[in-house]
């Protein structure tokens, strides 16, 4: 088994409380729960030198202060800001352009073009002069500024503060223990949540194959002692009205 809580991910919403879990890295989760077998007190601290943060399948950079995901992963709630990722692409006669390869999790890249063309209509980037999709399986969007002089740091700042090419996604690890009892749990006892239940799903399944095993092996018995009376048996069988209860 492995921590598929951690792993998908979870975002829920229920009678005054929410959930809102990203999904991480499953090598690295299963690096820090075989690290927190070994180890039972390991800490928190301990435990993300293993789980680095949030892995987004869509990528994306997470932007936020160590010990602020540090914090998040102590008390079970705070929040990561992801940036796009983006490299420029020489056009020759030092023309260039921005290509954008990866987009914050859950951010439509529909909507994210429209809004970027709706702040062009509206001259709200007046150092970009076009945006394009050119995406096919992978995500490829093209920022055209309006000429070479100006400095494409400036352009994605003014993009990541107008539109979503930054978002934050919330984490709130409020889950329902083995007990039925909702709470916020920090990392370390999520993780010791899921060895605590694949402990028993072992122990579990282990007594219901001993159960299995002790019940052939009492049949066996019969059968030998049937075996070894086998004419005591035969004249039960042949003689006596109730036999079976004989």
Known sequence: GIPNLLANGAQGIAVGMATSIPPHNIIELADAALHLIKHPNASVDTL?????????????????????????????????????????????????????????????KSRLIEKIAELLNARKLPMLSDVVDESTEEVRIVL???????????????????????????????????????????????????????????????KFRLGKIESRLDVLAGYLSAYLNLDEVIRIIREEEESKAK
């Open 48 to 108: 993300l030198q293993f789980v680095r943060g949030p892995d987004f399948p869509t990528g994306g950079t997470l932007v936020e202060d160590r010990n602020t995901v540090i914090a998040a992963y102590k008390t079970g709630r705070g929040g990561f800001r992801v940036r796009a990722k983006w490299t420029t692409e020489k056009m020759g006669r030092g023309q260039y352009n921005i290509i954008i390869s990866e987009i914050p999790y859950q951010v439509q």
């Open 144 to 206: 055209e500024p309006k000429n070479r002089t100006v400095d494409q740091a400036l352009i994605m700042e003014q993009l990541y503060k107008q539109t979503d090419l930054e978002s934050r996604f919330s984490l709130n690890m409020n889950v329902i223990d083995a007990d039925n009892t909702p709470r916020v749990m920090n990392l370390r006892e999520v993780l010791q949540s899921f060895l605590d239940h694949r402990m028993e799903v072992l122990v579990r399944r282990t």
